[in-house]
């Protein structure tokens, strides 16, 4: 992408021209905190406002970060030119080294190096897979899929007991066939393995995949995709707390520190299947609950006031979670038996669409 | 619980009494100081040793500067068996005529320092004699002395007190015409004591008396080696002038001794002569407020009268007494005998305009020394003078030491908890030049606390603090944009390589040009603090 590279040099050619006109460096980044995220009611999604925050050279406070965002942008920039990916771990390790005569590092941990390259994403207007950059691979997929992915044909129903496993950039890869009438997302692995060994997806023609906890990427785009090109419906599947409620928001409305690209990552249409603090009662579950620990309730009374959580539903299952002190794993449903899941749970909501906002 | 006296109690207190008047004599000052030597410093044997030299060296500095020679003192404090002493003072002073050395130095509360007012170390005749005194009484041997006047004649006296009398007691006595032209004085004795090296020590002394005398040149040989105190300045600070005492700053015991040793005929004419600020006229309105006739002569005046003539001074306005009686060490004299001393980056010295305490005039200077080779940890060290002598014990009860106390040097630049000395790399000097210095005891080491001279102490250290504060604060900046420059430096390879690339430039010049920008602290690199800055974006 010429783009990508333009945008890049014009980074360092206002840097420079600062530099000439004797004045203070700066890089212009839009603020990622809470403060600065919009939900927007129409496009039911977390977008960025429009705060910034000035990062100069020639400030004590400033000056490391703006140091590692230039070395980030100059690296980028070799990517592009070379027409090569790398991963976010690799570009960890290939600007980190120890600066001339002190004994700082460059960067001391890739918990350094991962939000400077989102600085520069949101800087720039770019996207992280745009600048060449890749995360790990996390999130796994099977169904009634054929697809193809840089040349190679994968059929999602061949692979075993695996899945197959999501990249982090999913923008090259093409569908060559999808027979299936709904999308299943489900936070936990085991619960995937459980649905995947009892042929749920063969049985109910549908798609599973697991995000294996927070959604990265990779599955979320591939979520979307689903959506968007063969418009299937796609149900979340999440344990019974804040955690797990707040994993299917980033699914279907974005997150607040990737706000700026929540349209690219986004799946509005997606519905919650469950858990809910609702089916404790309704499934009998009331014997396999966990007593919600301090950290959840903090959690779920601050998600009570974000604007995207205001349906009376989700209210409802907030302020229950909190009056009860109460949360419930996946697992929960094992409880009444290995194969309720399978056999009674998802049927049963699937048939009655039961499902929140 | 009472007890109730009965008669017969009663009768045996009344004789009891009786008894004791009858046994009661005249106690002469030599008996008294022998009793109560712990009143005048020699309470215990370290303090004792110290004190001995302290006498002997305020003597010589008093008689050279009175001279005008610019001081050398020769001091010499060598063991001679267990807690004894050989000391030895020599100074280059106008030396003292034949016949004045056994009265002068022979006997307590006599001198010339008693009866005036005038700014010098010594102001009660006890010092020199009261070492003698101590010498003989704790090793039994007399003093020798060796002076001259410049005449070529030199007397050699062995001298001790006899107790009783408060008399000179000449053991040996010569006069020699050996031709030899010198002036100056040299006394030596035995006593006993001990010698210290720490805090309140005899070279901790001396240290501090080149300090406040920088013009003195004092060698001092002790028994671990010489330790040499060369003069930092060649000029001796004006003479003070002698002032006849002011009525506001008399007590009743000395009012009545001056009636009787006047030699005015009328009071009226012993008031305006013998004392300061008094003409013809207030003269004759303190008369008449205390009801005596100022035409009597002083020495038949009632001792009822006397005491109505004392409260009629006291509530008559005056104008205060003159000032130019006083003999600071001005602002380059304190800071030459600092440097002398100490290695420190900054000197700051103030000396406050006069004032007067129950009408004495005094003279507060404050000066300061900091930073450089000064230790960074523990309390500032504290000089007390007075009159340029410098006060060793009892710093607790000081006015001086409670002014600094008392000043919160956290505004100036120092760190401090409470009310306790401040930490930091500073000497505090203070000195208080004043006719009569108002000590809390005889033995002369803490100044009283009058509210007027705290006062002014802390005056002088709030001025003098603010120069301190203004150092400290730059240097303090200085430091900050230094470690800025050193941070900004670090980053500047990486930063300028990285514009390189992305600009397809070459680093070198836009390295220069950064390095430039943060050697020359342009405004770009001095502004840039504080914390990150929100707007909103185009």
Redesign the interface.
């Known amino acids: 992408m010429v783009e990508v590279k333009k945008r890049l040099e014009n980074l360092g050619e206002d840097v420079l021209s600062d530099i000439e006109k004797n004045k203070n460096p700066d890089i212009d980044i839009p603020v990622r905190s809470l403060s600065n995220v919009i939900f927007d009611e129409k496009t039911k999604q977390l977008t960025l406002g429009d705060k910034s925050s000035k990062r100069f050279l020639f400030n004590v406070a400033h000056a490391k970060p703006f140091m590692q965002t230039m070395l980030v942008a100059a690296l980028c920039k070799e990517l592009q030119g070379q027409g090569i990916h790398t991963s976010l771990r690799d570009l960890f390790y290939a600007l980190k080294r120890t600066l001339t005569g002190s004994d700082e590092n460059t960067f001391d941990e890739q918990s350094e190096s991962d939000p400077i390259i989102v600085d520069l994403e949101v800087s720039l207007d770019v996207l992280r897979e745009q600048l060449h950059l890749n995360a790990d691979v996390r999130g796994r997929v099977v169904g009634n899929v054929v697809i193809k992915d840089r040349g190679d044909t994968i059929d999602w129903s061949k692979l075993g007991s695996g899945g197959w496993a999501i990249p982090s950039n999913v923008e090259d890869l093409t569908f060559k066939s999808v027979d299936a009438d709904y999308v299943l997302v489900m936070e936990k692995n085991a619960a995937f393995e459980r649905l995947h060994e009892d042929k749920f997806w063969q049985k109910q023609n549908c798609i599973l995949v697991t995000t294996q906890g927070q959604a990265a990427r990779g599955p979320r785009r591939l979520i979307q995709r689903l959506s968007t090109d063969y418009k299937l419906p796609v149900f979340v599947f999440t344990d019974a707390d804040s955690y797990g409620w707040y994993i299917y928001s980033v699914i279907k409305y974005g997150s607040i520190s990737l706000a700026h690209i929540s349209e690219r990552l986004g799946c509005p249409t997606a519905k919650f299947i469950g858990l809910t603090i609702s089916d404790i009662d309704e499934f009998k579950l009331q014997g396999f609950t966990i007593k919600a620990k301090e950290v959840d309730i903090k959690r779920a009374h601050e998600m009570l006031k974000y604007d995207w959580f205001q349906h009376p539903a989700w209210q409802k299952e907030l302020k229950l979670m909190i009056e009860r002190k109460v949360k419930a794993e996946l697992e929960a449903l094992s409880g009444r038996g290995l194969k309720f899941m399978t056999e009674v749970y998802l049927p049963t909501k699937i048939k009655k669409k039961e499902f929140l906002p | 619980m009472v007890r109730e006296i009965t008669g017969e109690i009663m009768d045996e207190i009344a004789k009891t009494a009786e008894d004791m008047a009858k046994e009661q004599r005249a106690v002469s000052v030599s008996e008294f100081f022998e009793k109560n030597r712990h009143l005048l410093g020699y309470d215990n044997l370290t303090r004792a040793l110290l004190t001995v030299v302290k006498e002997l060296v305020d003597n010589s500095l008093d008689a050279c500067e009175e001279a005008r020679i610019i001081p050398r003192i020769w001091i010499e404090v060598k063991p001679n068996g267990t807690d004894r002493f050989r000391v030895m003072v020599k100074d280059n002073g106008p030396g003292m005529v034949d016949k004045q050395i056994p009265t002068t130095l022979g006997k307590l509360l006599y001198g010339s320092k008693f009866f005036r007012l005038r700014q010098s170390r010594g102001q009660q005749g006890i010092g020199g004699s009261g070492a003698i005194l101590y010498a003989q009484l704790t090793t039994g041997k007399p003093t020798s002395i060796v002076s001259s006047t410049g005449n070529g004649k030199s007397s050699f006296y062995e001298l001790m007190i006899d107790v009783k009398k408060n008399e000179p007691e000449i053991i040996s006595h010569q006069l020699v015409s050996d031709g030899k032209i010198w002036h100056g004085m040299k006394i030596e004795m035995e006593v006993e004591g001990r010698y210290i090296e720490s805090k309140r020590s005899i070279p901790e002394y001396i240290k501090q008396v080149a300090i406040g005398n920088p013009y003195a040149d004092i060698t001092f040989e002790g028994p671990n080696g010489k330790v040499e105190f060369p003069r930092g300045a060649n000029i001796l600070p004006p003479l003070s002038k002698e002032i006849m005492p002011h009525p506001h700053g008399i007590e009743l015991g000395i009012l009545r001794r001056m009636l009787k040793a006047t030699k005015s005929r009328t009071i009226a004419s012993f008031l305006t002569n013998d004392f300061s600020r008094i003409g013809a006229g207030t003269a004759k309105e303190i008369c008449k407020l205390a009801g005596i006739d100022h035409k009597i002569s002083p020495q038949r005046l009632e001792v009822a009268d006397s005491e109505k003539l004392f409260r009629a001074m006291q509530k008559v306005k005056l104008v205060r007494p003159p000032t130019d009686c006083l003999s600071p060490l001005g602002k380059n004299l304190l800071i030459r005998g600092l440097q002398n001393q100490f290695k420190a980056e900054f000197f700051a010295a103030v000396t406050r305009q006069p004032e007067v305490y129950r009408g004495n005039p005094f003279q507060v200077e404050v000066a300061v020394a900091y930073g450089g080779e000064l230790p960074q940890e523990g309390s500032v060290e504290v000089i007390r003078l007075s009159n340029r002598v410098p006060l060793i014990y009892q710093e607790g009860d000081c006015a001086i030491t409670k002014s600094v106390v008392g000043t919160d040097w956290r505004r100036y630049g120092l760190t401090q908890s409470g009310r306790s000395l401040p930490v930091g790399p500073a000497v505090i000097l203070v000195h208080l030049a004043s006719v009569w210095v108002p000590f809390v005891s005889e033995s002369k080491q803490a100044i009283a606390s009058y509210p007027v001279i705290i006062k002014e102490i802390k005056l002088a250290l709030q001025e003098i603090g603010r120069q301190l504060q203004h150092h400290v604060a730059g240097k303090r900046r200085e430091e900050m944009q230094q470690r800025?420059r050193e941070?900004?430096d670090?980053?500047l390879?990486?930063?300028a390589?990285?514009?390189a690339?992305?600009?397809?430039?070459k680093p070198e010049p836009?390295l220069e040009?950064?390095k430039n920008?943060?050697k020359k602290s342009?405004?770009?690199?001095v502004?840039?603090?504080?914390?990150?800055?929100?707007?909103?974006?185009g």
């Not at chain 2, 690339?501 to 430039?505: E, Q, S, V």
């Not at chain 2, 342009?522 to 690199?525: D, G, I, P, R, S």
């Not at chain 2, 502004?527 to 974006?537: F, H, I, L, N």
């Open positions: 800025r941070i900004f670090r980053y390879p990486e930063v390589k990285a514009v690339d992305l600009t397809n430039k836009i040009k950064l920008m943060v342009t405004k770009a690199v502004d840039g603090r504080g914390k990150e800055e929100t707007g909103k974006s």
